[in-house]
């Protein structure tokens, strides 16, 4: 999984492939839009709470708190969705609805799908926003509706988690898990 450092995160770069993303899934085009057509995206409803994250995160990595708090509490509060401004996401994420959806992961790859009242997070109460408590998310990862990602686990690269799974032990690479506590359903 690529990590997202202080000196990696370039915010045009990563608003570019999400938007890129995003026209990929909506319009079902492989091909990049590009000029007006890519910018106009950037008032889509699945796409303003990625850039309220991403100005959060990069006002985050300057040590400019009460910038990234405010990014954080319109998206709460607009969106309906809270992302943690620590928490690091790689380009290319996706969410197609935001009501009810909580991301408090630890670190999340590339080309990510996280559906509506999905739950990213610890197990118990962590203020102090520690690795070993929250889950970390390869890339092409997709993340069904309501699901439950809790814990210090890892969802491997390719993997796909169902609707409404609780999800508490590691998913490997290529792998479906649903099911309350989720379980492996295909490999």
């Known amino acids: 999984m690529n990590s997202v ?16 993303r ?3 899934i909506i319009n079902k085009s ?13 008032f889509s409803p699945r796409f303003v709470p990625i850039l309220f994250y991403r100005l959060s995160f990069f006002f985050y990595q300057r040590n400019l708190g009460l910038f990234a708090k405010i990014f954080s509490l ?3 509060f607009l969106f309906g969705i809270e992302i943690a401004v620590r928490c690091k996401i790689g380009k290319g994420l996706f969410l197609p609805h935001t009501q009810g959806t909580v991301i408090g992961a630890w670190e999340i790859g590339e080309n990510v799908t996280i559906f509506q009242g999905a739950t990213l997070g610890a197990r118990e109460v962590d203020f102090t926003y520690n690795q070993s408590l929250r889950p970390t998310i390869g890339n092409n990862v997709i993340i069904g509706s309501g699901a439950k990602v809790l814990g210090g686990i890892c969802l491997d690269d390719g993997c796909s988690i169902g609707a ?5 032990n ?18």
């Open 5 to 20: 450092t202080n000196e990696e995160f370039n915010l045009a770069s990563y608003l570019i492939a999400d938007l890129h």
């Open 22 to 24: 995003a026209n990929q």
């Open 30 to 42: 492989t091909i990049q839009a590009t000029g007006l057509k890519l910018w106009i995206g950037i």
């Open 74 to 76: 319109l998206n709460f």
């Open 164 to 168: 409404n799974a609780v999800v508490l």
């Open 170 to 187: 590691n998913v490997g690479a290529g792998q479906f898990a649903a099911g309350v506590p989720a379980k492996i359903i295909k490999q």
